[in-house]
């Protein structure tokens, strides 16, 4: 159903939620329901405000609303990289909620530990890892047009939290990115597993990308993130637009904040 983002985005939005359970691994309140309008049910995952867990360097309360706004600048690049996502109110006040999409179990592996003197072909190097014994291996993802779009995706947002577990390959072909309640801080604070291509050219169709987005934020893409964001978000996040599309490189590792998130899966 994520395919179909207005009929998905209708029912989570109307639909009645029943819900089945807690996500036990999730750091804030993260609910697996289901939602049935007119006859027809999904999955999907409901993260109530009252939740969330306070953090040091983002306002309290705030974490739902950018999950969606995450959300709409996926849509808005026309990659569909996030699954439909909404702020309603729930059983326990108002939250995200968020179309669940199953994992293929059959889907090939986004992470792998290989020889440290370097990648397998069609693998690209994430960092060195310590596997213990005192020795060591490299952490590598595939050279995936997929995950690309996502790391492209993710520098926008400035993406505090892209871990392994929070890529979905699904079975329609797609991979999916969850998690996006650590995003659009002003200051840098990109953490991410996705860093192969890390001071490489943009593809053309990424900035291709980046240009609609660059002008969306400054209309209606931008009217759509007020209700989320602040002004100076909003403006960083179009700033950071900016500054890829000027480079037109994927950006480099900060040396002032760390580049890979904990725990990396």
């Known amino acids: 159903m994520a395919a179909d983002a207005p009929a998905a985005l209708?029912?989570?939005?109307?639909?009645?939620?029943?819900?089945?359970?807690r996500l036990t691994d999730a750091s804030n309140a993260a609910?697996?329901?289901?939602?049935?309008?007119?006859?027809?049910t999904a999955q999907c995952v409901y993260k109530p405000v009252a939740g969330?867990?306070?953090?040091?360097d983002f306002p309290d309360g705030t974490l739902a609303g950018r999950e969606?706004?995450?959300?709409?600048?996926?849509?808005?690049?026309?990659?569909?990289?996030?699954?439909?996502?909404?702020?309603?109110?729930?059983?326990?006040?108002?939250?995200m909620v968020q179309l669940w999409v199953e994992p293929d179990p059959g889907a090939a592996p986004l992470l792998a530990l290989q020889d440290p003197a370097g990648p397998e072909e069609g693998w690209l190097p994430i960092v060195r890892?310590?596997?213990?014994?005192?020795?060591?291996?490299?952490?590598?993802?595939?050279?995936?047009?997929?995950?690309?779009?996502?790391?492209?995706?993710?520098?926008?947002?400035?993406?505090?939290?892209?871990k392994g577990g929070h890529l979905i390959p699904a079975a329609d072909g797609r991979i999916y990115g969850i998690d996006h309640g650590v995003t659009f801080a002003v200051p840098g604070k990109l953490r991410t597993l996705l860093w192969g291509w890390a001071g490489t050219p943009l593809p053309a169709e990424a900035l291709d990308?980046?240009?609609?987005?660059?002008?969306?934020?400054?209309?209606p893409l931008g009217e759509r993130l007020a209700p989320h964001l602040t002004r100076a978000e909003i403006a960083a996040a179009a700033d950071r637009t900016a500054a890829l599309l000027r480079t037109a490189e994927h950006p480099l590792p900060s040396e002032d904040w760390p580049s890979i998130p904990w725990p990396p899966i």
């Open 10 to 21: 209708r029912l989570l939005r109307e639909g009645a939620l029943t819900l089945h359970g």
């Open 129 to 162: 890892a310590d596997v213990g014994g005192g020795r060591t291996a490299l952490l590598v993802h595939p050279d995936d047009a997929r995950l690309r779009r996502l790391a492209v995706l993710d520098a926008v947002l400035n993406n505090a939290d892209r």
């Open 31 to 40: 609910l697996y329901c289901s939602v049935t309008l007119d006859g027809v």
């Open 68 to 95: 969606v706004a995450a959300y709409e600048v996926s849509a808005a690049a026309g990659w569909a990289l996030i699954p439909p996502t909404l702020l309603r109110e729930g059983p326990h006040g108002p939250g």
């Open 52 to 56: 969330e867990r306070p953090l040091w």
């Open 209 to 219: 990308v980046l240009g609609r987005l660059a002008a969306d934020l400054d209309g």
